[in-house]
């Protein structure tokens, strides 16, 4: 087994998918010779040709749109959007068709299509390429969404997410893209696709999180625990469906939690954790559900972005407080 | 500019050489059948949706023979995706009136004919179908098969980025796709004219690089032979053409709209004139032996058919409840799943 970036496991688990099934197809805007801005296309087209592999004309409408066509006919199409920030037009094909298909031709059709999306801040990008908007397409009944952690759930959830029946919209953390290696086999194993997972075991608090988040939770898990607190780390990772189960079981435990996203606060889907376990966890909670969350602001330039994501301290802070509720 | 393609005038005389499929008089017989058919529908929808026995509905009246004419220049191997005023395209496919009544009742189950399979169910937002109909083309084309996209869409889809983008990529990419326009004149209340400055909708094929073709909407052998034409070209690997087929809403919009808060009578009645089902009639009684009496057998027939499709569909229960949740996806999360069992069987 080889160390591999999660751009390099997500470059792989797409070569996968190519070779497995002659009906994958991958387009988007510069994904052909130029590998995808973020090169997690490089060396797809010589391998599999410009007909599996397609640059599209500059148009998320139509990327959207021709993913779920080519779907219902078919293909089973891997579309990338280069930036969420430019996905909010293909909302319109995703909200009112490919999450549709299946239930308003009761099965007759169907959409098993892919869109894929780097989202989220802190690499200094430009304004609209650091949108966390995972919220709004975990409104949209019919979808799924999923976002990964490590480059070995990157490869795992996106051939999940490849071989799945129904249309996933599969959002890349790109500050995760080469921050961290890890061992990713090649193996062609798809991960569970709409289960949570405890990264770390802990027994006092549950830190909630996903995609690079994980990050600063990770980091506020270790400060924390040189206090003595013992924190279990949930990785959300399937935000449509929810895996309300594994959240309220870790809560169930340890009594405590903290939800940490990186998106807005108001309407976030902290707020429908947050709520799931008011409804269903209350004679276990010791202290107030709290979320350590992107401002209600939007999302600032590269000079403020760091004051605008949740950072470790901001974490450890609430979740110290959480610890002195009484 | 030149004229819409046209073989019929609007009393029915030929005005152009008929193409050969025009000649033969059972072919004729059978797309103004289809048209009656698709008329006997539409009044009777009407009628039901008046009585509160059927949802809002969209009329095709006095739009027959586009549908009926793309349709019947298409084989099983093409898919066609309507929008909302394509009743007469989707019987001539092999949709049942029951379906198409299931449909407009508010029943999802009429978008699962039996007929053609690999068509779409009707698109409600304006000029979504058209990326669809790209998509299904590039399927087409990358199985390697025969079969080419036919979407409809009205006036109004023209003003539209999805309209635009999806016949930007049939143009670069040599899609076999048509894009047919229903250019009945009116975006509910708003004209043509007020729409666009373009001096045809079939001119907006020029920035797509294709060919775009202005034909007499009312003129179903127009239709059908532009269509046709077409559908030759994609299947020779040519690519994609823009069909615009020029008409008239002679009704309301929809049920819930009411057109005479933005048109007389005065500007409709002219268009009554044009009607599609008179000048085949009259083509038919004067050279093809059409007679009162096959006029009055039709009527009955259709009626009777579709008087028999509507008690089918009225006596139709609904879905239990648990339908909601049951084809939303393959396989329901484990929430979906707990609801479907709360919502149950009743």
């Given at each position: 087994?080889?160390?591999?970036?999660?751009?390099?496991?997500?470059?792989?688990?797409?070569?996968?998918?190519?070779?497995?099934?002659?009906?994958?197809?991958?387009?988007?805007?510069?994904?052909?010779?130029?590998?995808?801005?973020?090169?997690?296309?490089?060396?797809?087209?010589?391998?599999?040709?410009?007909?599996?592999?397609?640059?599209?004309?500059?148009?998320?409408?139509?990327?959207?749109?021709?993913?779920?066509?080519?779907?219902?006919?078919?293909?089973?199409?891997?579309?990338?959007?280069?930036?969420?920030?430019?996905?909010?037009?293909?909302?319109?094909?995703?909200?009112?068709?490919?999450?549709?298909?299946?239930?308003?031709?009761?099965?007759?059709?169907?959409?098993?299509?892919?869109?894929?999306?780097?989202?989220?801040?802190?690499?200094?990008?430009?304004?609209?390429?650091?949108?966390?908007?995972?919220?709004?397409?975990?409104?949209?009944?019919?979808?799924?969404?999923?976002?990964?952690?490590?480059?070995?759930?990157?490869?795992?959830?996106?051939?999940?997410?490849?071989?799945?029946?129904?249309?996933?919209?599969?959002?890349?953390?790109?500050?995760?893209?080469?921050?961290?290696?890890?061992?990713?086999?090649?193996?062609?194993?798809?991960?569970?696709?709409?289960?949570?997972?405890?990264?770390?075991?802990?027994?006092?608090?549950?830190?909630?999180?996903?995609?690079a988040m994980l990050t600063e939770t990770k980091a506020a898990a270790d400060t924390l625990a040189a206090d003595?607190?013992?924190?279990?780390?949930?990785d959300l990772s399937s935000l449509k469906p929810i895996d309300r189960r594994a959240v309220r079981a870790s809560?169930?435990?340890?009594?405590?939690?903290?939800?940490?996203?990186?998106?807005?606060?108001?309407?976030?889907?902290?707020?429908?954790?947050?709520?799931?376990?008011?409804?269903?966890?209350?004679?276990?909670?010791?202290?107030?559900?709290?979320?350590?969350?992107?401002?209600?602001?939007?999302?600032?330039?590269?000079?403020?972005?760091?004051?605008?994501?949740?950072?470790?301290?901001?974490?450890?802070?609430?979740?110290?407080?959480?610890?002195?509720?009484? | 500019?030149?004229?819409?393609?046209?073989?019929?005038?609007?009393?029915?005389?030929?005005?152009?050489?008929?193409?050969?499929?025009?000649?033969?008089?059972?072919?004729?017989?059978?797309?103004?059948?289809?048209?009656?058919?698709?008329?006997?529908?539409?009044?009777?929808?009407?009628?039901?949706?008046?009585?509160?026995?059927?949802?809002?509905?969209?009329?095709?009246?006095?739009?027959?023979?586009?549908?009926?004419?793309?349709?019947?220049?298409?084989?099983?191997?093409?898919?066609?995706?309507?929008?909302?005023?394509?009743?007469?395209?989707?019987?001539?496919?092999?949709?049942?009136?029951?379906?198409?009544?299931?449909?407009?009742?508010?029943?999802?189950?009429?978008?699962?004919?039996?007929?053609?399979?690999?068509?779409?169910?009707?698109?409600?937002?304006?000029?979504?179908?058209?990326?669809?109909?790209?998509?299904?083309?590039?399927?087409?084309?990358?199985?390697?098969?025969?079969?080419?996209?036919?979407?409809?869409?009205?006036?109004?889809?023209?003003?539209?980025?999805?309209?635009?983008?999806?016949?930007?990529?049939?143009?670069?990419?040599?899609?076999?796709?048509?894009?047919?326009?229903?250019?009945?004149?009116?975006?509910?209340?708003?004209?043509?004219?007020?729409?666009?400055?373009?001096?045809?909708?079939?001119?907006?094929?020029?920035?797509?690089?294709?060919?775009?073709?202005?034909?007499?909407?009312?003129?179903?052998?127009?239709?059908?032979?532009?269509?046709?034409?077409?559908?030759?070209?994609?299947?020779?690997?040519?690519?994609?053409?823009?069909?615009?087929?020029?008409?008239?809403?002679?009704?309301?919009?929809?049920?819930?709209?009411?057109?005479?808060?933005?048109?007389?009578?005065?500007?409709?009645?002219?268009?009554?004139?044009?009607?599609?089902?008179?000048?085949?009639?009259?083509?038919?009684?004067?050279?093809?032996?059409?007679?009162?009496?096959?006029?009055?057998?039709?009527?009955?027939?259709?009626?009777?058919?579709?008087?028999?499709?509507?008690?089918?569909?009225?006596?139709?229960?609904?879905?239990?409840?648990?339908?909601?949740?049951?084809?939303?996806?393959?396989?329901?999360?484990?929430?979906?799943?707990?609801?479907?069992?709360?919502?149950?069987?009743?």
């Amino acid at each position: 087994m080889a160390e591999h970036t999660m751009i390099e496991a997500v470059r792989m688990a797409l070569g996968r998918a190519l070779e497995e099934d002659p009906d994958v197809i991958l387009f988007g805007e510069d994904i052909g010779i130029d590998g995808g801005v973020f090169r997690a296309t490089d060396g797809l087209i010589q391998r599999h040709g410009s007909a599996r592999v397609r640059d599209t004309p500059l148009s998320e409408t139509v990327i959207a749109g021709m993913a779920v066509g080519a779907a219902a006919a078919g293909l089973r199409p891997v579309a990338e959007i280069q930036f969420m920030g430019f996905l909010y037009s293909a909302i319109d094909q995703l909200a009112n068709h490919a999450a549709r298909l299946r239930n308003r031709t009761r099965a007759r059709l169907t959409c098993p299509m892919v869109l894929r999306a780097p989202y989220g801040g802190g690499i200094r990008a430009p304004e609209h390429h650091s949108e966390s908007a995972e919220a709004m397409l975990a409104h949209i009944p019919g979808l799924r969404v999923v976002i990964p952690s490590s480059p070995a759930r990157a490869y795992g959830l996106l051939l999940a997410a490849i071989r799945d029946p129904d249309p996933v919209v599969f959002l890349e953390p790109k500050r995760l893209y080469r921050a961290i290696s890890e061992d990713v086999a090649d193996s062609g194993e798809a991960l569970p696709i709409d289960a949570a997972v405890v990264l770390r075991e802990g027994t006092d608090l549950t830190l909630v999180s996903w995609g690079a988040m994980l990050t600063e939770t990770k980091a506020a898990a270790d400060t924390l625990a040189a206090d003595g607190v013992s924190s279990e780390i949930v990785d959300l990772s399937s935000l449509k469906p929810i895996d309300r189960r594994a959240v309220r079981a870790s809560v169930e435990k340890t009594g405590r939690c903290v939800i940490v996203h990186e998106a807005p606060l108001t309407a976030g889907l902290g707020a429908e954790i947050a709520a799931d376990l008011a409804e269903h966890c209350l004679m276990s909670l010791l202290a107030p559900v709290r979320r350590v969350t992107g401002h209600d602001t939007v999302m600032p330039y590269p000079r403020l972005e760091r004051r605008y994501m949740p950072s470790t301290e901001r974490i450890v802070r609430t979740a110290q407080e959480v610890m002195e509720f009484a | 500019m030149p004229e819409p393609l046209g073989f019929l005038s609007a009393a029915g005389e030929v005005v152009r050489d008929l193409p050969d499929f025009a000649r033969d008089g059972d072919t004729l017989r059978a797309l103004y059948s289809a048209m009656a058919r698709a008329r006997t529908f539409d009044a009777k929808a009407i009628a039901l949706q008046r009585t509160g026995r059927l949802g809002t509905y969209a009329s095709s009246l006095g739009q027959e023979a586009i549908g009926v004419g793309v349709t019947s220049a298409m084989t099983d191997a093409d898919v066609f995706l309507p929008s909302f005023r394509e009743h007469g395209g989707q019987l001539w496919r092999g949709v049942t009136l029951v379906e198409l009544f299931l449909y407009w009742g508010g029943d999802e189950r009429g978008n699962d004919f039996a007929g053609p399979r690999q068509d779409f169910p009707v698109c409600i937002p304006v000029a979504s179908q058209f990326p669809h109909a790209a998509g299904v083309a590039l399927a087409l084309q990358q199985k390697a098969t025969t079969g080419v996209a036919v979407a409809v869409g009205g006036d109004g889809a023209t003003s539209k980025g999805d309209f635009y983008e999806a016949l930007n990529v049939v143009g670069a990419w040599d899609l076999p796709a048509i894009f047919v326009i229903n250019n009945n004149q009116w975006a509910i209340s708003v004209r043509r004219t007020d729409q666009t400055r373009a001096r045809t909708l079939a001119d907006k094929a020029v920035a797509a690089g294709i060919p775009g073709e202005q034909v007499d909407g009312n003129d179903v052998i127009a239709v059908r032979e532009a269509t046709e034409r077409a559908l030759r070209r994609a299947r020779d690997g040519e690519g994609g053409t823009l069909i615009e087929c020029v008409s008239y809403r002679l009704g309301d919009h929809t049920t819930a709209d009411d057109a005479s808060r933005y048109r007389d009578d005065a500007e409709v009645s002219p268009h009554w004139k044009a009607e599609p089902l008179i000048r085949l009639r009259n083509h038919l009684v004067a050279n093809h032996g059409w007679r009162k009496d096959d006029e009055q057998a039709l009527l009955r027939t259709t009626g009777d058919e579709v008087d028999k499709a509507a008690e089918t569909y009225l006596a139709v229960a609904p879905e239990p409840a648990r339908a909601m949740v049951d084809h939303l996806y393959a396989t329901p999360p484990a929430d979906l799943a707990a609801l479907a069992e709360e919502l149950g069987d009743g």
